[in-house]
Structures are given as C-alpha cells and as structure tokens.
DNA sequence: GCCAACGTTGGC
DNA sequence: GCCAACGTTGGC
C-alpha cells in the first residue's frame, strides 16, 4: 500500500470539514497541477495519506483514506485534471507541525520538505511510520 | 505582508 | 521547442 501527503489551506476545506463528511468522505477536488495530478492518478483504494494544514497551522493533523481511484473533477471546467474521493480516518493525537518535521534529520527527504508547494505528495514507508509515531500513533 | 520558489503560459 | 514573463503558493 502507498502512502501520500495531501495539503489543503484550513480556511477553505479543513480536516474539521473532512470529518464532517463522515464515512462516506467525498471528492478532493481543486488539483490544478499536473505533479499531483500524476500522484492523484497512482492511488489506490485503500491507500492512505496525511493530512496536512498549510498556512497558519503548518501541521499534520490526521489520515485519511482513499475510498474511490482517480476521475475527472467535476469543478475543472477544462476537463483535464481529476480527484479522488477520500475519507476522514484518524486525527493525530499529536498533529505533527511542519517545524517538527524540518528538526527531524530522517524526514530532511520528504517532499513536503523539498517542495512545499506540490499539493499532492508521495510519502515513503519509512516517512509514514516516522511520522505516525511523532503524532502519537502506531501507524 | 513580503518574498522566494516553482509551474504555467505564450511569444518567438 | 525554448525561454522569458507572469501568477500563485506558502513559509516566514
């Protein structure tokens, strides 16, 4: 199973918002770049990604799990990028805060890292359990 | 609020 | 097909 790294400004749709929707999730949409829209394209049902907060809070605050592959968004009027539909899984007990991650030499890798601007990441195995276990879960 | 980094667009 | 210009994102 692979793992990712998905990012979405709290103001606009946050984790809060996400567990709202239950178990049924519902589509995450709004990818307007054609890295994650790669990424989008290479999940798997079942596969799971963090949740990140950008802006203001800059943290992993919860998992959360694909629930249906990748097809056209339904608000890209251009028809060219897709979304998948995902569901709230767990919060981190601990949300794991960007500044966290940068202290932790084992994540200096990570993409989120590297390239903060990419909305959908991939995350190795090694990242996830790292992580999992900074944000006080056994992962 | 500023600025750096990156991706996309459009002209040639 | 290249590259400069521009817009957007997101960290600080």
């Known amino acids: 199973m692979a793992h990712w790294?998905?990012?979405?400004?709290?103001d606009v749709f946050s984790w809060d918002d996400q567990k709202k929707l239950g178990a049924k999730g519902g589509p995450?949409?709004?990818?307007?770049?054609?890295?994650?829209?790669?990424?989008?394209?290479?999940?798997?049902?079942?596969?799971?990604?963090f949740y990140y907060h950008s802006n203001d809070q800059r943290a992993v605050v919860g998992i959360v799990e694909v629930t249906k592959t990748a097809y056209p968004d339904p608000t890209d009027e251009s028809?060219?990028?897709?979304?998948?539909?995902?569901?709230?899984?767990?919060?981190?007990?601990t949300p794991v805060t960007l500044v966290a991650i940068k202290a932790e030499p084992k994540l200096a890798g990570m993409v989120l890292v590297k390239n903060s601007r990419l909305s959908v990441q991939p995350v190795t195995d090694a990242e996830w359990a790292l992580v999992c276990a900074m944000g006080g879960l056994k992962g």
Do not use: I, Q
């Open 28 to 49: 995450w949409t709004g990818v307007r770049n054609y890295g994650a829209r790669l990424h989008l394209l290479a999940m798997k049902k079942g596969d799971r990604a």
């Open 79 to 93: 028809a060219k990028f897709v979304c998948v539909d995902v569901k709230a899984k767990e919060a981190m007990p």
């Open 5 to 10: 790294l998905v990012k979405s400004e709290p």
